[in-house]
């Protein structure tokens, strides 16, 4: 019994292991998704990447992701917005030219920056003109773009979208939490 104990785990162990270095994002939820951040080296090509599409200081803003029922909640807010009102007016722009090009399926700044296997991506792209609602809104510190749609699949997308943004920014993006209200300022 306890031979076979061992080797279970033993063999436990090493599919996960396995699992591990082949990550398919397509069918992980949050949490899974969650606890495989990024590697450092993707995470800064994601960076250098965001430089050419985002025109604000990434390192000077925080991105916060919340999954919601109906889709998600994507911000942007400047760390010290007090001694940057550049930052803000330039995160501003960014996140209405994206909500437009969004809702217009222009999904070119995601591939760009995340590449054209980026979860949720194919499925927000197929997305009919209006399927998806976004809303902008300004922020003290910044902005936010609010996702929603009845539609199962794409709310499926959303989150998937939300999680390899969380991933891939690593330490310049974070989850909110749709449960406790308004979001946190980092």
Known sequence: MFNITIASFVLLVGTGA???QVMDHSRMDHGAHMGTPAS??????VAQRGKGVMPFDLAA?????TQTAQGGVQQVVVKQANNAPEQIKLTRLHLQEIRDQF????????TRIHGQDMPGLAALKAASP???????????DGAELSYATPNADLVSALHKWIDAQLSDHGKDAKAGHAAHGAMQKP
Do not use: C, M, N, W
């Open 18 to 20: 396995v699992h591990a």
């Open 130 to 140: 209006g399927e998806i609602s976004i809303t902008y809104k300004e922020l003290t």
């Open 103 to 110: 809702l217009k399926g222009d999904f070119s700044g995601p």
């Open 40 to 45: 450092d080296q993707r995470q800064a090509a």
């Open 61 to 65: 803003t925080t991105h916060i992701f």
